[in-house]
């Protein structure tokens, strides 16, 4: 499934027009939805040069372009839902972000992003420019594609969301929302779910955004691939997974490993957590499904059955609009 076709309760029930931004480190999407259907879609690679403030100015112009588009004025808008990549700081109770595929500050020059901000501005910018709006939420986007994919996707039974449950995303970075007890897990700062800064390997030469060197993230994410394995032939996440499948060796011995890894996160969360569900989505994730999920379900598979016996792993149900979903999740 590539395109999710809602069913009109979604939009039937919208009260007034939502602008839904989907946060992350390579892009950022903006969409407007009401009661008729969605609207003025536009996506620009995420703002990281400039001051730190530059990534909630492109937000702000983003949703201003898109109402232009559409014939709305930004008045218009009575909710505003931010579904991002973290982690997350508080600022007087403001959301910023020390997300490590957007602060250069935090790995340092090492890392190679254009600036050297420990923090990005957010949720201050948006409330200052956006005082009328009522509903302004800032979520991690694991969150968002958990609740959308508890509502509309794969995290539901006859018609039911999932008690316990997860969402991993599987992109540039790593990210999870958890769900226990029909409890949707948020932590002391919104960044409970940061399963991409677990440690799965004794690895110590792949570096984090974040600093780490050889946690989950650095080791298996999208931008991981290249920067790991770049001397080999593999400039990207799509070449590396191409490769694999038409049989080349070293590609395939890779993939193995980044699998080895990612699965072992998988079932820490399952242990941990005692999940009857694990929907997964993310761009490297998505575009190889087939050949990715058995190689991570063969990972968890007879390990202390107990706990993992009675717990599936499944593709997204919102498929690749998983995102755009999340960030209406939020505000529906």
């Known amino acids: 499934m590539t395109d999710f076709a809602p069913p009109t309760s979604v939009f039937t029930s919208l009260t007034g027009l939502k602008a839904c931004v989907d946060l992350g480190g390579t892009k950022v999407a903006v969409t407007l ?26 937000i702000i112009r983003m949703i201003g372009e898109s109402c232009a588009e559409a014939g709305f004025k930004t008045q218009d808008i009575d909710g505003v839902g931010v579904s991002s990549c973290g982690p997350f700081v508080l600022n007087k109770g403001m959301v910023e972000l020390a997300a490590p595929n ?49 509502r509309w996707g794969a995290l539901q039974s006859n018609g ?28 002391k700062n919104g960044n409970a ?35 790991r394995f770049e001397a080999q032939g593999f400039t990207d996440a799509a070449t590396l997974l191409i490769a694999a499948q038409a049989g080349n060796t070293p590609a395939i011995t890779i993939i193995d490993v980044l699998c080895d890894d990612m699965g072992r996160a998988l079932y820490n969360l399952i242990v941990t957590l005692d999940l009857e569900r694990i929907s997964i ?9 087939e050949y990715l999920l058995p190689k991570l379900q063969a990972v968890i598979q007879g390990k202390l059955p107990a706990l993992t016996a009675t717990c599936e792993l499944v593709p997204a149900g919102l498929g690749n609009q998983v995102g755009d979903w999340g960030a209406l999740a939020l505000v529906a």
């Open 102 to 150: 957007i602060c250069g500050g935090m790995a340092g020059k090492a890392r190679g992003l254009p600036n050297d901000w420990q923090t990005a501005l957010l949720e201050t910018p948006l409330r200052a420019h956006f005082p009328h709006v009522r509903h302004i939420r800032v979520e991690n986007d694991g969150i968002g594609a958990l609740e959308a994919e508890r």
């Open 281 to 289: 989505g993310g761009s490297v994730f998505w575009h190889h499904r």
């Open 160 to 187: 039911k969301p999932l008690a316990n449950c997860a969402y991993v995303t599987w992109s540039t970075g790593i990210g999870t929302g958890l769900c226990v007890d029909g409890h949707v897990l948020r932590g």
């Open 193 to 227: 779910g940061h399963a991409g800064h677990m440690f799965v390997s004794t690895n110590n030469d792949a570096l984090c955004g974040c600093g780490n060197i050889g946690d989950l993230e650095g080791l298996v994410a999208g931008n991981a691939i290249p920067r």
């Open 33 to 58: 939805a009401n009661s008729t259907g969605l609207h003025a879609k536009c996506v620009e690679p995420t703002a990281k040069e400039g001051q730190n403030d530059a990534l909630a100015l492109q």
